[in-house]
């Protein structure tokens, strides 16, 4: 029968099989991924003199705080195999609750805050315990959940914006310059330390070596004596707090909560994490990736609408981004397997 130390020895040996040997691999996608970055900066800054000013990458850094952070925490569901597409519409849910809380039942700020990134672990865990104890697949449990929180965002808030301009302090949550004399919101500021948690999550705890030993191989992991539901559960939750952040964020960007706001984050999300390296079959993936993602996404998006592209047309290349990263993947795995 296996001990408690031999569970926590088969997790840490399974981490290192996930982490070690593909480090190399990792390190030239990451490489590849931040090369991908510099020719798109390098080609809109020559398209447009109006892409690389001060303005213009301060406001791609705003633009990546709110995906940047949805993407840390649905970096650790793919780890695990798995999938969430409540991010986008939970963020909304996220900001309405906080701007309830907040200007409706007249809470202190930092109470409305903590209350609106716990609705959104709230959200998480029930992912969690419906992937896992419901036994329903991860698409279609937070599939439904998108469309909970869809509803709840637009029957809590009568289906009207929250507006936070008379409370003092909410909008520099997301827009007070951080370091004085640079121009950098504090938006940004929340991002690169939400992304230094989740690195240290991810790569020093036994959250993260969990997260690794599940989407290599969630049944060995099981059999090990680990508790694979509970810290699914845990994972999810956690990913749901960062999604609670991200309603935050972009509630006090917009100093408002818009309950019609949030669909389509979540692919943006997902596609920003898939593109840093992170394998849709789990098993594989790093914050540092997934952060340059981000920057991808947002580089492409902005730079196309500085070339006044039509919007159809921008919906149009993002899918084709997305197509080709997760083509990538498969063909990554297609290799891996082989090789």
Known sequence: MSTPLD??????????????????????QQLLAFGTLIVLVIFFSVASGNFFTVSNIVGILLSTAVIGILALGTTFVIITGGIDLSIGTGMTLCSVVTGILIVNAGLPLPLGVIGGILTGALMGFLNGVNITILGLPPFIATLAMMLVAQGLALVVSGVRPIYFSGVPGFREIALAVAIPGVALPMAVVILFAMAAVAWVILSQTILGRYTYAIGSNEEATRLSGINTRAWKIMIYSLAGLFTGVAGVVIAARLNSAQPQLGVGYELQAIAAVIIGGTSLLGGRGSIVGTLIGALIMSVLINGLRILAIQPEWQNVVVGLVILVAVFTDSLRHRRSSTG
Not at 7 to 28: E, K, M
């Open 7 to 28: 569970a926590d020895a088969a997790a840490l040996d399974a981490g290192r099989r996930a982490t070690f040997p593909a480090l190399v691999r990792r390190g030239l």
